[in-house]
């Protein structure tokens, strides 16, 4: 890549780009929404939000000052962070609430993003992360699931034309708004018939005293605030 290249890489990035026409964001609303209700298509694209869950806690953990072991991603959409410190405190209820509230929380940060024409920055930012977390992966199917993802926003980012792009970062923040909900629900249900004992929202409870439910509804309203706060910069609202 020579300079010229590289400069024009980096207007991109740091520049703005026009949004779809208003019925195109709708569409890919829609398509994000059909990748999230039905039950076969959700056990594969799960894996994306088990990487931002995972991702989330991985994140918090090193924000927070803990140190980060490693993380799995295991073909059941399950995962696990490991992070070493201070079994309490506030660092590790931070970070044990980071995984459920990641996925929306990012996609409300890539709304912002796109909302303010930064459709090129937010490709670029994602393949970034994505990079970061490769590097904690400690098991071969992460690592396929996170080469996969990335692989496929390197290659929007690099040979896609700008308005591909654009219908791909829209696409993928909405799934992340929509998506960010379900893992919530379904863990309500979960804890409801008797599964999930040492789910986030338990072990949250072990830490603070605070009952379990309480931890699951705060989960839910970050995933609806995130929802309709996002939704509504996607709709220019």
Not at 66 to 72: K, N, S, V
Not at 116 to 131: D, F, N, R, S, V
Request: aromatic share 8%.
């Amino acid at each position: 890549m020579d300079t010229t290249q590289i400069t024009d890489v980096w207007d991109r990035v740091v520049g703005t780009q026009p949004a779809p026409p208003s019925w195109l964001v709708v569409a890919t609303g829609l398509v994000a929404l059909a990748a999230v209700l039905p039950a076969g298509v959700w056990r594969v694209s799960r894996n994306v939000v088990t990487i931002a869950h995972e991702g989330g806690h991985g994140l918090v953990a090193l924000l927070t000052g803990r140190r980060l072991e490693g993380i799995r991603l295991h073909s059941d959409t399950s995962g696990l962070t490991v992070s070493r410190g201070r079994p309490t405190g506030l660092g590790m209820v931070l970070t044990a609430a980071a995984g459920y509230t990641a996925p929306s929380l990012t996609g409300l940060a890539g709304a912002w993003l796109l909302a303010a024409g930064h459709i090129t920055a937010l490709l670029w930012t994602a393949t970034a992360l994505l990079l970061a977390l490769l590097v904690m992966v400690r098991n071969a199917y992460g690592v396929l699931s996170v080469l996969v993802t990335g692989g496929v926003f390197v290659t929007v980012s690099w040979l896609a034309v700008p308005q591909v792009q654009a219908v791909f970062a829209y696409a993928a923040v909405w799934f992340l708004l929509l998506a960010g909900v379900r893992p919530v629900v379904e863990l309500h249900r979960g804890r409801r018939d008797g599964g999930a004992p040492d789910s986030d929202a338990d072990q949250l409870s072990r830490l603070t005293s605070t009952p379990a439910w309480v931890w699951t509804g705060f989960f839910l309203v970050v995933a609806l605030c995130s929802l309709t706060g996002g939704g509504r910069w996607l709709l220019a609202l």
